[in-house]
């Protein structure tokens, strides 16, 4: 058995992490993924390629919508990303409930296609379960975390403005971008009206590198707006780019691509996990991995899966699971809510029209009291931008008039989207099927996750709240839209292996520590108390890099 001071089991935005902290402090890692391995511009296909250069201009031919009806609904998969996500016959799951599980596998994994909106949270949301009564109370608060957003931030190139806001800390931040003229004019009414923030977004683009940045190999974002393909400049954050090089500069870092985790192997007599069994997604050979600590950075739902089949004679059920609450709790963000409208004037202004952020309201509701029939917040992204040329408002035209007309654009328009927090329950919940398995033989998951009658509370709050502060604001034809989607398109599930205080009702410790395997450590998005309504990828950051120094620290006190 090949033997590391450390394994760390995914390699995307938290796992990067991880491995970066460890092999930093000089611990021997071995990164485990379970696909294929990707690097830093070779590897990107289509980064420099004109629409006209792709074989049906970007768009996707009916044989993979027919062939991939679930991957396909994902945001930004497009004949020019779609190698960076799965095709839907190699990796199969159990719906109970519709569920659109999202997935990327590869060196890097949903990190080369992450929306990129970096928001801390703050007391509100860490409080908030205690304070009104859903789930359980956090093992932390914002002080202990606020640290280690600061070391991520800096490293990661968060672009923002300090804007003050109590809901939505300000950090460490590069130059923020501009708003447009409509967007700045919203901001000054909700301000008039509603008492309500409207700000550039803290987005994690380099809109103005650091030295620390240019030594990761990283450069300025030229604002191209095609970061889903992978950015050859480095210009946004992910772990291909950025810690995993950074990792592999110490000589510590060994990275496994092909490496379908099975389970996680532990000891009854030395009462801690010895390592972690692998299954070579080629060859099918079984191997196993010895460490002094395991990181379980999978993403949400495959990290609950690991652990429900890390099953041994002291753990029956799953790995640590001596609560019986691994794989419940599972929550989600609800964005359904969306709407769009036209906006009069402001026809002699023009924009940079490739800016890669939007425009953030953060949440203002239910903030120091319960102020509506619903529990939790919502954040809405929005932006304002001009219209294409509007052939309708011209019509008849050819030949050069056509040509001299399209030169100008349209009229502005103005949009939002929700980004809701939901309410962790046991009912929401993932389980191993007992009868079917995947290629590898490890049991598929099924999905029992859904909506309840708070979520549909807080959509329909949204829209009205949203059409109302759109009309305030001058737009018109508002068209307001409810996509009733399912859960699982926000790609940000959460939970199955929550931290808690108490071992007879949560999974971790306050350092993401498995309170009854204290040498495993879970930082992704399984790890979540509750779902807040800030985007999570800035904090599973901060909890890898907070949970790798607290072990490193357990270890030379030869706790660990």
């Known amino acids: 058995m090949v033997s590391y001071d450390a394994i760390v089991i995914g390699s995307g935005i938290s796992g990067g992490w991880a491995a970066k902290e460890l092999c930093e402090k ?22 420099d390629r004109h629409p006209w250069q792709l074989p049906h201009r970007g768009r996707l031919p009916q044989s993979i919508l027919k062939e991939n009806p679930l991957i396909t609904k994902a945001a930004g998969y497009s004949e020019d990303t779609e190698h960076f996500f799965i095709r839907d016959q190699d990796h199969p799951y159990i719906q109970e409930k519709p569920f659109d599980w999202i997935r990327g596998y590869q060196v890097g994994g949903k990190s080369l296609t992450w929306g990129r909106s970096c928001q801390r949270w703050s007391d509100y949301d860490f409080n908030a379960p205690k304070k009104f009564g859903f789930g359980i109370d956090w093992p932390i608060r914002y002080e202990d975390i606020a640290p280690w957003y600061s070391h991520t931030e800096k490293f990661v190139g968060i ?81 291909v780019t950025s810690t995993l090089p950074w990792a592999k500069k110490t000589g510590n870092l060994t990275l496994r691509p092909h490496s379908v985790v099975h389970s996680i192997i532990y000891d009854k007599d030395k009462k801690k996990a010895t390592g972690v069994r692998v299954i070579d997604a080629v060859s099918k050979e079984v191997i196993d991995y010895s460490a002094r600590l395991i990181f379980v950075n999978a993403s949400a739902l495959n990290s609950n899966l690991i652990l429900l089949n890390s099953k041994s004679e002291r753990f029956p059920d799953g790995l640590g699971n001596d609560s019986g609450v691994l794989g419940k709790y599972i929550g989600f963000h ?87 927090e939901t309410i962790p329950k046991e009912a929401n919940r993932v389980y191993l099927s007992a009868d079917k398995k995947d290629q590898w033989g490890i049991p598929l998951l099924v999905t029992d996750v859904g909506y309840d009658d708070n979520d549909e509370k807080m959509v329909n709050d949204f829209l009205t709240q949203g059409k109302d502060m759109m009309e305030k604001a001058g737009a018109y034809d508002v068209f307001v839209n409810d996509s009733k989607q399912p859960p699982g398109l926000d790609i940000h599930e959460m939970g199955g292996i929550r931290m808690g205080h108490d071992p007879k009702t949560s999974m971790l410790n306050a350092f993401n520590q498995v309170h009854a395997c204290p040498n495993v450590f879970v930082t992704d998005g399984a790890c979540m108390t509750s779902t807040g309504n800030q985007s999570p990828s800035i904090l599973y950051m901060a909890f890898a890099a907070r949970a790798a120094n607290h072990a490193v620290e357990e270890m030379k006190r030869g706790n660990l």
């Open 26 to 47: 000089g611990l021997k890692t071995l990164v485990l993924e379970r696909g294929r391995n990707i690097e830093h511009i070779k590897d990107y296909p289509g980064y």
């Open 159 to 239: 672009c923002g403005n300090k804007d003050g806001v109590p809901s939505m800390p300000d950090g460490e931040f590069l130059p923020p971008y501009e708003l447009n003229c409509v967007e700045q004019h919203f901001k000054e009414v909700l301000w008039k009206e509603y008492n309500r923030y409207y700000v550039s977004g803290r987005w994690a683009h380099l809109s103005q590198p650091t030295e620390e940045h240019l030594q990761q190999g990283r450069g300025q974002c030229l604002n191209r707006n095609l970061c889903m393909r992978g950015c050859p400049f480095g210009g946004y954050f992910s772990s």
């Open 334 to 420: 609800n964005y359904r809510g969306y709407m769009n409208g036209a906006v009069k004037g402001f026809t002699d202004k023009y924009y940079t029209p490739g800016r890669p952020v939007e425009c953030v309201i953060p949440n203002f509701r239910n903030l120091d009291r319960q102020d509506t029939d619903f529990i939790g917040g919502y954040t809405i992204f929005s932006g304002a931008y001009r219209e294409r040329f509007n052939s309708d408002a011209h019509p008849g035209l050819i030949g050069a008039s056509l040509k001299e007309a399209i030169t100008e654009p349209g009229g502005w328009r103005v949009y939002m989207y929700m980004q809701g």
